[in-house]
């Protein structure tokens, strides 16, 4: 549990530089993952990543997205049931899969997620998602 | 010492600006100090309003009882923090006297027939009131409905009796359009939806029957996606609920629905139920701006085709995503005449709308012989402090219970903060 907390935070430091702007640069990951994110994901996670209390979990600073990437890669291909606590907290909301996007699609919006509303995490590449798509 | 001045002064603004006595018979020196900030909500000339309760948590329903005490369900899974029980000791207005007890989560609350019933989110529960209506044995409730399905969408359990020895039971469907995969883009709804079997609509139930189950129970009404805020019209005798419309519209298929009418559609309806009346879900979605039932697009529908020739109709459509939380039928005669026998809704407010949030209000309808008679209009606003919320989080307060006290007053919850506000009019 907690190597991968280290992980996190040097991972988070090493790319601080290029995490802190708020508009990613044009043609960047992030900038694509932006357009992916308003598109899949605002709805439910809301327009500062904040989510709705009880409902849908917040995407600042949760174990979820700043821990390990593959574990987040399937919560994006497989989606999370309900029942599943996020850092202690219940939300009733299912998360459907998202296994139609493409492996860059993710990649980019996970980026995005990544180094926005306060995370400060290292990007996610499309050989990462390939890879965890191949293991279901 | 510095709070106590602040306090001392704000109760002197209060007593100058306006103070008003409490219908108690026969008691004058019982004052309410009114707030002069009507405790930051917007209402109709002539209606005030306090925070008599505040940070009780998750308040979601609240019954009161002749007395004036108050029950609130809290939402939280805490031991001993299941119900609030409110009572003002001194007669000030403000409820001094806080306890709580019970150890279940859940939303639903009521006083009947001198029992408070009380619901978690799978059990409804009833305590035994003595003559003061107080609750005679906290941790040994009588289980009257156990073993309801609780699949954490749309869990919760709300209740609504009758005056014939009935209760009623929303059993709230653990999916949002009874797709293969819920909410996922893509996905069929499934034919013959087996949510409908066991959830999705409103169960009757006898309100002094130990451990009944679904096999007890009659399911009064079907195709109801949620429903949260529900009452009993005392006037035309029906069960009126209020549904969560179904949400992903334009998020899974854009090919038929615009951002705008994703945030649009469909209407949070009002019904009027008869027993075995069905409202349609999930095959079909009523759109409040064609005042039409519309086929889903799960079973085919493409934002144009009609459907669902044998579901009822609402009687109100209210703007869509706004989440009514709360019902209730204004019996009392504090209130101007307009407002008797007409329903206040609860709107928690909108979380899937995009470019900007709805609701967050207390909404009336004015009702003539059991039916709505007007159009309906916000009765209580500023729930949210903010102007312009763009997402749930930043509201600091959510309308969600509903209830009616014994002079008449209306009481209002908020489960951000746990806020009760006592909302009264005086000429």
Redesign the interface.
């Known amino acids: 549990m907690k190597k991968w907390m280290i992980a996190a935070v040097l991972s988070g430091l090493w790319c601080i530089s290029d995490a802190q702007t708020k508009k990613p640069a044009a043609g960047s990951s992030a900038a694509r993952g932006k357009k992916v994110y308003e598109?899949?994901c605002?709805?439910?996670h809301?327009?500062?990543g904040?989510?709705?209390?009880?409902?849908?979990p917040?995407l600042i600073k949760t174990s979820y997205v700043l821990g390990e990437k593959s574990t987040l890669i399937q919560v994006v291909l497989k989606?999370l049931e309900?029942?599943v606590p996020i850092d202690d907290e219940?939300y009733?909301?299912?998360?459907?899969?998202?296994d139609?996007l493409k492996d860059q699609e993710i990649a980019d919006v996970l980026t995005y997620i990544r180094s926005n509303f306060g995370n400060k995490a290292s990007a996610v590449t499309a050989a990462e998602v390939k890879a965890e798509r191949a293991k279901k | 010492m510095k709070t106590k001045v602040i306090f001392l002064g704000l109760s002197l603004l209060g007593l100058m600006s306006e103070s008003f006595a409490i219908g108690k018979s026969g008691d004058s020196s019982r004052h309410v100090v009114a707030d002069p900030g009507n405790a930051g909500l917007k209402l109709p000339a002539g209606f005030h309003a306090q925070a008599i309760a505040e940070n009780l948590g998750?308040a979601r329903h609240i019954a009161v009882t002749r007395k004036g005490d108050i029950y609130v369900k809290i939402?939280s899974g805490k031991p001993g923090k299941a119900i609030a029980v409110l009572h003002d000791s001194d007669g000030d207005g403000k409820m001094d006297d806080i306890k709580t007890f019970g150890t279940y989560r859940g939303t639903g609350i009521a006083i009947k027939d001198g029992y408070l019933y009380a619901s978690s989110d799978e059990e409804v529960f009833r305590y035994k009131l003595n003559d003061q209506y107080q609750v005679q044995n906290q941790d040994q409730p009588e289980k009257i409905i156990t073993g309801l399905i609780n699949?954490?969408?749309?869990?919760s359990k709300s209740i609504a009796l009758d005056n014939s020895g009935n209760i009623y039971v929303n059993i709230g469907a653990y999916s949002n359009s009874c797709q293969e995969?819920?909410?996922?883009?893509?996905?069929k709804g499934i034919q013959g939806c087996p949510i409908r079997d066991s959830a999705a609509g409103i169960w009757q139930f006898r309100a002094d029957k130990a451990n009944q189950t679904y096999g007890d129970g009659t399911r009064y009404a079907s195709g109801l996606r949620n429903v949260v805020g529900l009452d009993w019209n005392t006037e035309s005798n029906h069960l009126f609920v209020m549904q969560h419309g179904r949400?992903?519209l334009y998020?899974m298929f854009?090919e038929y629905y615009s951002l705008q009418q994703g945030n649009e559609l469909p209407a949070e309806c009002m019904y009027k139920l008869n027993k075995g009346d069905d409202a349609g879900w999930p095959y079909i979605y009523y759109d409040g701006l064609q005042n039409k039932k519309m086929l889903a697009p799960e079973y085919g529908g493409d934002g144009k085709k009609k459907g669902g020739e044998n579901a009822i109709d609402p009687v109100v459509a209210f703007p869509a995503h706004m989440a009514p939380n709360g019902l209730l039928f204004y019996t009392g005669n504090q209130f101007p005449e307009k407002y008797k026998n007409g329903a206040f809704v609860a709107f928690h407010g909108s979380?899937?709308r995009?470019k900007g949030q709805k609701g967050y209000f207390v909404a009336f309808v004015p009702f003539k012989n059991g039916m709505p008679s007007g159009k309906w209009e916000i009765f209580a606003d500023g729930f949210a402090g903010v102007p312009d919320i763009?997402?749930?989080?930043?509201a600091q307060h959510r309308p969600c219970g509903l209830a009616q006290g014994p002079d008449g007053s209306l009481y209002v919850t908020d489960d951000?903060k746990g806020t009760v506000y006592k909302i009264s009019y005086s000429k």
Do not use: I
């Not at chain 2, 699949?151 to 869990?155: G, K, M, V």
């Not at chain 2, 995969?181 to 893509?186: E, I, L, Q, S, V």
């Not at chain 2, 763009?390 to 930043?394: A, K, V």
């Open positions: 598109q899949y605002l709805t439910c809301q327009v500062d904040s989510g709705v209390p009880r409902m849908n917040p989606g309900a029942s219940y009733s909301n299912n998360m459907p899969p998202h139609f | 998750g939402q699949r954490h969408q749309h869990e995969k819920d909410r996922a883009k893509g996905a949400d992903g998020d854009p979380w899937n995009q763009q997402s749930p989080g930043q951000v």
